[in-house]
């Protein structure tokens, strides 16, 4: 069973910077692909970015390109998303999602405000 447990959240000014987790397991994380989705208030789904198992790969949405980083550590089944120069229309819900996988977890609350 895929679990997923994201924390780090918090609330942050604008320009700011966050450093999100999310401990994976129940499934082999170093040969899964992963992603970062987030959901703002009254808002559906938005994918955010990706990395493939090894790390060498990553892609980003547009409206975060630049600022956030993903990355992962095989060793540790801990995928992270580094966020620098928040703004206010980053504030959501933020997810880490297996892919392929409809698995999500409790999520951890990003509020960008001063």
């Known amino acids: 069973e895929v679990q997923l447990v994201e924390s780090g959240g918090g609330l942050v000014q604008p320009g700011g910077s966050l450093r999100l987790s999310c401990a994976a397991s129940?499934?082999?994380?170093?040969?899964?692909?992963m992603n970062w989705v987030r959901q703002a208030p009254g808002k559906g789904l938005e994918w955010v970015s990706w990395?493939?198992?090894?790390?060498?790969?990553?892609r980003y949405a547009d409206a975060v390109k630049g600022r956030f980083t993903i990355s992962r550590d095989n060793a540790k089944n801990t995928l992270y998303l580094q966020m620098t120069s928040l703004k206010p229309e980053d504030t959501a819900v933020y997810y880490c999602?297996?892919?392929?996988?409809?698995?999500r977890g409790q999520g951890t609350q990003v509020t960008v405000s001063s």
């Open positions: 999602a297996k892919t392929d996988s409809p698995a």
């Open positions: 129940g499934f082999t994380f170093r040969t899964a692909a």
């Open positions: 990395i493939n198992s090894g790390g060498g790969g990553t």
